[in-house]
């Protein structure tokens, strides 16, 4: 069973929309070679973004995980407070919540929702449809990414069905170069 970590600080129920962004799986790009982002690293991804601050959800022991959620992908996690690679040494984001400016993060809806547009129970991101999503646009139950079409999904950009996860489909317009 994967195990999570969410870091949200005090979370209360309220309705409204929120002018959060979110980013699932979120990456950076050093030198040309893709990387996860940190269990450390959301809000510093955030700031990349032009965002003030953000908040995650983290995977730990990616180092075991990863193979098993992507087989036959190698990619890595990088650190982007030491900026460095981590060598197993730490978990990976694997959804940021990126908050503007003089705002708090979102709050989760009578659903159990963080986002806006979302429909189902228990999704963290924006315009979902489904329950137990991670990331935004996704169209099914119990997808991590964003833009994904089907059921327990590891990736950004993939239908059920239609080939396994690449590195193209990781690196992403959201992705972070340095």
């Not at 959060?20 to 893709?34: A, I, M, N």
């Not at 429909?119 to 964003?146: E, K, P």
Request: overall charge negative.
């Amino acid at each position: 069973m994967l195990a999570f970590v969410l870091a949200l600080g005090s979370v209360s129920l309220a309705a409204g929309e929120c002018s959060s962004s979110f980013f699932g799986l979120p990456t950076v790009s050093v030198g040309g070679q893709l990387y996860f982002i940190s269990d450390r690293s959301a809000s510093i991804f955030c700031r990349y973004k032009g965002f003030d601050w953000g908040v995650g959800m983290f995977l730990a022991n990616p180092i075991e995980q990863l193979p098993i959620l992507l087989p036959g992908l190698d990619i890595h996690v990088y650190d982007l407070f030491d900026s460095v690679p981590c060598n197993g040494t730490c978990g990976m984001t694997q959804f940021v919540e990126c908050v503007p400016h003089d705002q708090t993060n979102c709050r989760i809806d009578e659903t159990f929702n963080i986002g806006n547009n979302n429909v189902g129970l228990n999704n963290w991101g924006n315009s979902n449809q489904g329950s137990y999503n991670i990331g935004s646009n996704n169209m099914g139950n119990s997808n991590r990414g964003s833009n994904n079409t089907g059921t327990g999904l590891f990736c950004n950009n993939l239908q059920q069905g239609q080939g396994s996860c690449t590195l193209d489909m990781l690196r992403t317009a959201e992705t972070v170069y340095m």
